[in-house]
């Protein structure tokens, strides 16, 4: 499956954002998704993943009540919305994808138990 994620730009803090995950070749519905974001020079870091059969969802502790994570399969696309951003959070966010024929997605914190990867969307929040 090919990820496709869109939304970035430039906001202000105190702002909102919201990206989108599509998919090209599958239905998502068929993948546990998730949001990963990384600055240059650190490693990638878990944000948000929601799964693809009860739709349970996880967050990284420093998002979590800002962060939505939702997925409409009609129009096979996942969603993250974030509302009252940081400049902490400016960073390159990926979606990722974990093939459910593998079995429900354990660790969706963890960057190695995905399977597919988008290739990433700016997000710049200026103070």
């Known amino acids: 499956v090919q990820l496709q994620a869109s939304g970035g730009g430039l906001v202000q803090a105190g702002g909102s954002l919201r990206l989108s995950c599509g998919a090209l070749?599958?239905?998502?519905?068929?993948?546990?998704m998730g949001w990963f974001r990384q600055t240059p020079g650190k490693e990638r870091e878990f944000v948000a993943a929601i799964t693809s059969t009860t739709g349970s969802t996880y967050y990284a502790d420093s998002v979590r009540g800002r962060f939505t994570i939702s997925r409409d399969n009609a129009k096979n696309t996942v969603y993250l919305q974030m509302n009252s951003l940081k400049p902490e959070d400016t960073a390159v966010y990926y979606c990722?994808?974990?093939?459910?024929?593998?079995?429900?997605?354990?660790?969706?914190?963890?960057?190695?138990?995905?399977?597919?990867w988008g290739q990433g969307t700016q997000v710049t929040v200026s103070s």
């Open positions: 070749g599958r239905a998502l519905s068929n993948y546990g």
């Open positions: 990722a994808a974990h093939d459910i024929i593998k079995g429900s997605i354990s660790r969706p914190r963890v960057e190695r138990d995905y399977d597919y």
